[in-house]
């Protein structure tokens, strides 16, 4: 699959209420959403045959919108509804989904009151977003050269398209240096995340996560947070300076497409892959898994 394009995959696209072709689900070039980056997106994961906190990813896309200033217009029920559906339609299992929102193309300049929302979804066969083999060796991250915005300057709350250009940038620079992604500070200097994933560390038993007040507190980040306390271990969520990763023992990245990876390096600081970076990669893939599934 690796091989094929994107817009060059099987199966079908739902495309504003509607199932369409996937080589037809098209944008026009002068879509509002392309120049300005007016699209809000979730990223979901399916495990036999369910979309893992669907409907939390589904009322996040909305707020995402409402944040950017527009109304999504499905409702959270309709847009749960039609990735289910997707899902069946394309046959998949085990799958990755993309709901995305976006201005079209009735107006074109800054200002784009008028313009139609646009929801699509596809949803595809997309293995770990990581190198299987090295994914429980530890990544390898390098520090991003670009910094997470100060929330009074960029909508941070919401999953923006806009806001992971310089994530792109970060993770470009980090691969051509031979890493599999980069750590990104915020504003102020403070630890705050991967590209596309959330931090944490480990440091005598305790597991220390950056406070998310200027990125996504992912869903998958909460998630691993409770199961790490369903087993007794300790979570402090706090402000995390870069001098601090000499030491800390582990350290970890969670997301929906990372789900839960080890690192084994960031920059010049080395980390193992200890028994609770371990323990919570196999609790959360056991979470994730359908309840009826596991109880058969």
Same mark, same amino acid.
């Given at each position: ?193 991967? %590209?596309? $994933?959330? +931090?944490?560390? @480990? ?5 220390? =996560?950056? *406070? ?12 691993v947070i409770g199961l790490a306390r369903k087993r007794g271990y300790e979570v402090i969520e706090r402000a995390i300076m870069p001098e601090e990763l000499e030491g800390f023992e582990q350290c970890?990245?969670?997301? %929906?497409? $990372?789900? +839960?990876?080890? @690192? ?5 600081? =080395?980390? *193992? ?24």
């Amino acid at each position: 699959m690796a091989s094929v394009p994107f817009d060059q995959l099987e199966g079908e696209i739902w495309y504003n209420g509607e199932f369409v072709p996937w080589k037809d689900a098209k944008v026009h070039v002068l879509s509002h959403g392309l120049h300005y980056a007016s699209a809000v997106f979730e990223g979901e994961r399916a495990y036999g045959g369910e979309i893992f906190k669907l409907t939390e990813h589904t009322e996040r896309l909305h707020a995402s919108g409402e944040i950017l200033g527009f109304k999504i217009p499905y409702s959270v029920g309709e847009i749960d509804q039609a990735c289910n559906e997707l899902l069946a339609r394309q046959g998949f299992e085990d799958a990755y989904v993309r709901p995305i929102a976006w201005r079209g193309s009735e107006m074109m300049g800054v200002s784009a009151q008028n313009n139609r929302i646009n929801l699509a979804i596809a949803i595809w066969q997309w293995p770990s977003y990581f190198d299987p083999e090295q994914r429980m060796k530890g990544i390898r991250l390098d520090m991003a050269e670009y910094r997470r915005p100060d929330p009074m300057t960029a909508p941070s709350r919401s999953k923006a398209a806009g806001l992971y250009m310089i994530c792109t940038l970060s993770k470009h620079r980090a691969e051509a240096r031979g890493y599999a992604d980069a750590l990104m500070l915020d504003w102020r200097g403070r630890v705050a995340e991967a %590209t596309g $994933a959330n +931090v944490f560390f @480990v440091q005598d038993g305790k597991i220390h =996560t950056p *406070t998310p007040d200027c990125f996504l507190d992912g869903i998958t980040r909460r998630t691993v947070i409770g199961l790490a306390r369903k087993r007794g271990y300790e979570v402090i969520e706090r402000a995390i300076m870069p001098e601090e990763l000499e030491g800390f023992e582990q350290c970890f990245l969670t997301g %929906t497409a $990372a789900e +839960v990876t080890p @690192v084994s390096e960031i920059g010049p600081y =080395t980390f *193992t892959v200890g028994e609770i970076a371990r323990n919570l990669v196999n609790d959360y893939m056991a979470e994730v898994q359908p309840k009826k599934a596991a109880a058969e």
